[in-house]
């Protein structure tokens, strides 16, 4: 893989990660787009997605580090120490753990058939229209929750969602909010429970694909490549969390449902006239 294809892919991963426009849709589009080979074997592609997804979970735990030392603190004293009551802190930091598990649980049990059968250029497509559509729907609610009325109910229900986001082209960003949106959450709190949720769910699964990297080793020739993709990924992350969360306290979710649709449209013409 050259250097110039791991940056981009990093940049790629970190924006699309958080940004509700689906990372796994861009990193399956970008390179079918441009005519990349970068991937010729599977341990060489799982390999790289380790690196990008270590890079962007990086970025969301540093921009959050503050409210997370918080979140730690007293979930693991309402454990431990069994605090009563629970203060608001802990009991989020819970209830993140629990959004966290039908995504988990399903993906594990589903990952064969969502590499064979998922993520074509066909499905991304028509996932970054349907769920770009959703998303506008969803946005034109008003709601003015906070997450500090999050609750089990929201939880997984906004979990279940998640679930989706297996499918590349549909977002995990993008359908957290959108299901956050619809529960009757305000922009920014939607936002902001779309990011934490992401902690739990991408650290487990870094933290499995991590151990059967180190059992298999890298892949000759990608330990640069896969440094470069940490680094970019995680810089655009964590510019992309920040952007978000400036932009949704003031505009609506309007400009990525237009990128997603108009992406989606592109992928499809150019299938349609056969020049990809």
């Not at 441009?34 to 921009?63: Q, R």
């Not at 649980?105 to 064979?116: H, S």
């Not at 400009?255 to 649709?261: A, L, Q």
Request: with cysteine; glycine share 10%.
């Amino acid at each position: 893989m050259s250097i110039l294809h791991a940056i981009i892919l990093g940049l790629v991963q970190g924006l699309a990660e958080f940004l509700p426009i689906s990372s796994s849709g861009h990193l399956l589009l970008v390179p079918w787009l441009f005519g990349w080979h970068d991937f010729d074997t599977p341990s060489i592609e799982k390999a790289f997605d380790v690196a990008l997804h270590l890079g962007t979970l990086t970025a969301v735990v540093a921009y959050f580090r503050r409210d997370l030392v918080v979140y730690m603190r007293d979930g693991v004293a309402l454990v431990v120490h069994r605090r009563r009551p629970a203060s608001p802190e802990g009991r989020l930091a819970w209830l993140l753990v629990l959004s966290a598990l039908p995504a988990a649980a399903v993906g594990a049990l589903a990952e064969n058939y969502i590499d064979e059968q998922l993520g074509t250029p066909f499905l991304i497509a028509v996932s970054l229209i349907v769920f770009g559509a959703l998303l506008a729907w969803a946005d034109r609610r008003s709601g003015q929750r906070s997450l500090a009325d999050y609750t089990r109910r929201d939880a997984l229900s906004v979990g279940a969602a998640q679930v989706l986001s297996l499918n590349p082209g549909t977002s995990r960003s993008g359908i957290t909010m959108t299901a956050a949106r619809f529960l009757g959450f305000d922009r920014d709190s939607a936002a902001r429970a779309s990011f934490l949720m992401a902690i739990p769910v991408t650290a487990g699964a870094v933290g499995l694909k991590l151990v059967k990297l180190v059992s298999d080793g890298v892949p000759d020739g990608l330990g640069v490549p896969m440094a470069v993709g940490i680094v970019t990924s995680g810089l655009s992350g964590w510019l992309a969390v920040w952007g978000t969360l400036r932009l949704v306290r003031t505009r609506t979710f309007t400009p990525f449902v237009i990128y997603r649709v108009c992406l989606g449209v592109l992928v499809l013409g150019l299938l349609a006239t056969g020049v990809r």
